[in-house]
């Protein structure tokens, strides 16, 4: 027996609803378990991972689930608060990114190490200019009358858009991370690919999530 249109439409919600929860907690229990891990404090080096997955693993999902119709914490707010309060969540994560890469350097100063010399390192500063640029792109979205001659709608698209490549390049930098020397050392078997599969499950439903939130304000535009 075929399901009817308005079923169809709470299933597919639920199941979005279920998502996004899991993209909360997997992007937080990552943090959290990259922060044990690492033991901030104890070296130089230790707080790099902490500060990159605080970043793009948990602000950064919490800023891009901020306009999600179903998996938002602030749907109580308006929709430009809910603006405002991505604006400073992903700020908070150019910042966190900012540190993790400072820090980095220093301690490959101090170790006589070369720079950028893998994956990790060159996806990871690329993750990072590219979410400096965003925070930039995100000045005219707060601020439309400083570009009059851009159409607000498709600033939004281009914004929306370009957020999720540095998000999906933040995710690609965490991946390689976790195949450092550093992380295979202490994390293994299966504990490595249950943590590799979280930046991938937080990647998917942020692309399912965005996409979606862009077409439900498509909607309801008048």
């Known amino acids: 027996m075929a399901l009817s249109v308005e079923t169809e439409s709470h299933i597919y919600r639920a199941l979005r609803t279920a998502s996004g929860a899991a ?8 943090t959290i378990f990259i922060a044990v891990l690492a033991r901030p404090g104890s070296s130089l080096f230790s707080w790099h991972p902490v500060l990159m997955s605080l970043a793009f693993s948990f602000l950064m999902t919490e800023a891009l689930l901020v306009f999600s119709p179903e998996s938002s914490l602030l749907r109580s707010l308006s929709r430009k608060g809910r603006a405002r309060c991505h604006w400073v969540l992903q700020l908070l994560a150019l910042l966190c ?28 500063l690329l993750a990072v200019l590219w979410a400096g640029l965003q925070c930039s792109g995100g000045v005219g979205l707060l601020y439309p009358k400083l570009l009059p001659r851009w159409p607000l709608a498709k600033l939004k698209l281009y914004h929306a858009t370009s957020g999720l ?37 937080t990647s998917l439903v942020i692309m399912n999530q965005v996409s979606n939130a862009y077409l439900y304000r498509k909607r309801m535009q008048p």
């Not at 993209?23 to 990552?30: D, K, T, W």
């Not at 900012?98 to 820090?103: D, N, Q, V």
């Not at 299966?190 to 590799?196: E, R």
């Open 23 to 30: 993209a909360h907690l997997v992007a937080l229990g990552f």
């Open 165 to 201: 490549v540095g998000y999906l390049l933040g995710s690609t930098s965490l991946l390689l991370g976790m195949c450092s020397l550093w992380f295979t050392a202490a994390v293994t078997g299966v504990a490595w690919y249950l943590a590799a599969l979280c930046p991938v499950l």
């Open 97 to 124: 990114a900012l540190l993790g890469l400072g820090l980095v350097i220093l301690h490959k100063e101090q170790l006589g190490k070369a720079h950028l010399a893998t994956r990790h390192g060159q996806a990871g």
